[in-house]
């Protein structure tokens, strides 16, 4: 069985995303639906944790169904996300040949995805993208078609706006990935509920062992919606310039903790799922009901997510690194704040006591 | 007096460019009339030759009418189109403190018009870009939102289709331009007319001294066209999906020369001045009457214009350096040819022997 999303743009950039069990043995017959042309080489992106479950398959698979493949390996991690793998990718490119018929594959997690992105974007001025993403996390970075590299004082500063033709979401290839990333993945699926969908959020809060185990229905269901909340906020706001900020519901926080962290002890799910709990603290320092509070700590823990700041994280370095964050807009602080479960207001001029309160609270939390 | 024209893509993108002697002194007014917002910084990216010139009287101005003002200066020349130099300039913007409001400027010619087009381009995704030309040449690359970077293994490889805001053409800065630089510029001119209007490629055969002295009206009126046949080829096919390419005449053998002579002898108006008679030879050998020949040839030689291969030139290697050209689809020669005098037509299919006798005629004309 396979689901089907498709992500609206506008006629000409307009993809669909297939979400399924072992998928990616269609990957012949979507490439055909979709017109990938045979005439010029593809290039796999992909990294060295990947590459040996499931690059030689990908490779024999279209090999057979008649296209030229080529690949490139590169380090699995954040650091592959620069100006100089990315040079690598382009020489790969050069050096196979590819040309503007050629398509380039992200073949891995979001790391894999927002390099061969900016590479395609790029690439003699842009050349087809396809994704196949092998994380859950990567659920978010496939759908929006922002791509980036980061430079090394600020992550995804160079990047572009590249819409991959498709999106092939091969939910068995998750079963090699390790727990704790397939945590951290989860924690943006429970955002997208929690942003948008009361119920869907109802539904994760029943299902999150089914999900933490890799259960098959309720992990398609659970990344369809997420691309699906995702997808609806995208394709009303493709070019950034208000709604999508929803999005960021609990990365302002998420993202300074992460910085703090240098990047080491928390992974980006993680640090984002204690962003939610700090932001549902400032909703209800704001005034909104309690629950919020409760029921998004209660939820992220199902997920075995956590909730609480490391007590040695320094408060002033975490506001310090907030103050950095693009998201504040000159001097003002704005947050993404829960109105109620499944819904989120953009708030300007949040005190930064209030935020600092909150971050103590958040070192205290259980 | 101040010459405007539109290039239209479609209401958010369409962009005005601005033509006339000391216009820069209007500069404030001009970033005002496009809503340029005064409270990000703006960062001019411009080169070690064109600084000393203009540098400190843009930034004054810009300066005096309240704005922050930021700048960057690269080595004059081809090999700053580099990732190296790219990575150098989006430091700058981030050290700078540029968001997603700023304007990244390029006061320069072709090679800082690129360079920081792509920057701006790609720093978080895309932000505001403004031209200042300041070559003959640059009236081509103001047009169309090319922007791009070169590879080692390839030029222009690396870039984006990214509008200016708008082009602010100051042609009192062409007088401290060489004079080899302002006749390789007026060639790009020539070809404008060449592949689109015959009277203006009349008015130029007339018009060749006062535009080699910069005499500023007949200037101004040929940069003014050639900008304007540019634009309309460019807003019918912004992508180049295929119009596009008549704006090639004369750069498949070019581009070719170019590289064998190791981007050095000659500079790129001068390659594709050749090249032109070399279209014309071709057009000739296809059936087509011998005017078109021997006029292009004596219109390139009254801008002094070379019009023959340097004889120490490899034949072969001129093959080779062809092969390699993106023109080439899968093996086919394609070839832009005039068809008349101010018309041009893409052709596939040319047998490779008439392009090697073109290249050993070229190789001997006087
Ligand atoms: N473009 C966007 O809109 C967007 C949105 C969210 C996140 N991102 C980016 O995504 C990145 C994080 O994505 P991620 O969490 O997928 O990271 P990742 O790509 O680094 O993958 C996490 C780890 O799991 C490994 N891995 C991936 N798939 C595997 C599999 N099936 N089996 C075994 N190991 C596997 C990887 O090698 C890596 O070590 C960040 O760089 C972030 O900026 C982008
Ligand atoms: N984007 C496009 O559509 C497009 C089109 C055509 C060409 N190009 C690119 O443009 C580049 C060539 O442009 P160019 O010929 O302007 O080269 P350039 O920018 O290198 O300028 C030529 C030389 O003149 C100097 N100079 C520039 N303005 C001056 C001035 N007013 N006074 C004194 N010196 C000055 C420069 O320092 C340089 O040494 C190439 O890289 C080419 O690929 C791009
Ligand atoms: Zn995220
Ligand atoms: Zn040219």
């Not at 390099?115 to 396809?130: D, E, I, K, Q, W």
């Not at 704790?180 to 989860?186: D, I, Q, W």
């Not at 309720?218 to 999508?244: F, M, N, P, T, W």
Request: aromatic residues 6%; proline residues 4%.
């Amino acid at each position: 069985m396979m689901r089907e999303l498709s992500v609206d743009l506008g006629e000409a950039r307009s993809y669909p995303i297939y979400i399924g069990e072992n998928i990616l043995e269609d990957i012949v017959e979507l490439f055909k639906r979709r017109g990938i042309p045979k005439g010029s080489p593809l290039l796999i992106v992909t990294d060295n944790l990947v590459a040996p479950h499931y690059l030689d398959r990908l490779t024999g698979l279209l090999e057979t169904g008649g296209y030229k493949v080529l690949h490139t390996v590169v380090p699995a991690g954040e650091q592959s996300k620069s100006l100089e793998v990315f040079e690598q990718v382009i020489t790969a490119a050069l050096q196979g040949g590819l040309d503007r018929n050629s398509t380039i594959i992200a073949l891995g997690g979001g790391v894999v995805g927002d390099l061969a992105g900016f590479s395609a974007a790029s690439y003699m001025r842009g050349v087809r993208f396809v994704q196949i993403p092998t994380t859950v996390l990567a659920h978010d970075s496939s759908v929006g078609g922002k791509v980036a590299v980061n430079h090394r004082l600020a992550k995804n500063i160079i990047g572009a706006f590249h819409q991959p033709q498709m999106v092939v979401y091969d939910t068995a290839t998750l079963k090699s990935l390790p727990e704790r990333e397939v945590r951290a993945g989860l924690s943006e699926v429970v955002k997208h509920g929690l942003i948008w969908d009361r119920e869907f959020v109802a539904w994760c809060g029943e299902h999150s062992e089914e999900l933490l185990n890799l259960q098959q229905a309720a992990l398609q269901h659970a990344l369809y919606e997420g691309c699906r909340i995702k997808s609806l906020v995208v394709s009303q706001d493709e070019r950034e310039s208000g709604l999508r900020a929803v999005l960021n519901l609990g990365h302002t926080i998420g993202h300074a903790l992460e910085a703090v962290a240098k990047y080491q002890e928390l992974l980006h799910g993680e640090a984002i799922s204690i962003g939610m709990v700090g932001a549902a603290i400032l909703s209800v320092r704001m005034g909104n009901p309690e629950y919020i509070y409760t029921e998004t700590k209660k939820l992220l823990q199902k997920f075995r997510l956590p909730v609480s700041i490391p007590e040695h994280m320094d408060t002033e370095a975490i506001m310090r690194a907030m103050m950095h964050d693009k998201k504040f807009k000159e001097g003002t602080m704005v947050f993404v704040i829960p109105a109620d479960i499944g819904k989120v207001e953009i708030r300007g001029n949040i005190p930064a006591d209030w935020v600092r309160e909150t971050i103590e609270q958040l070192k205290k939390e259980a």
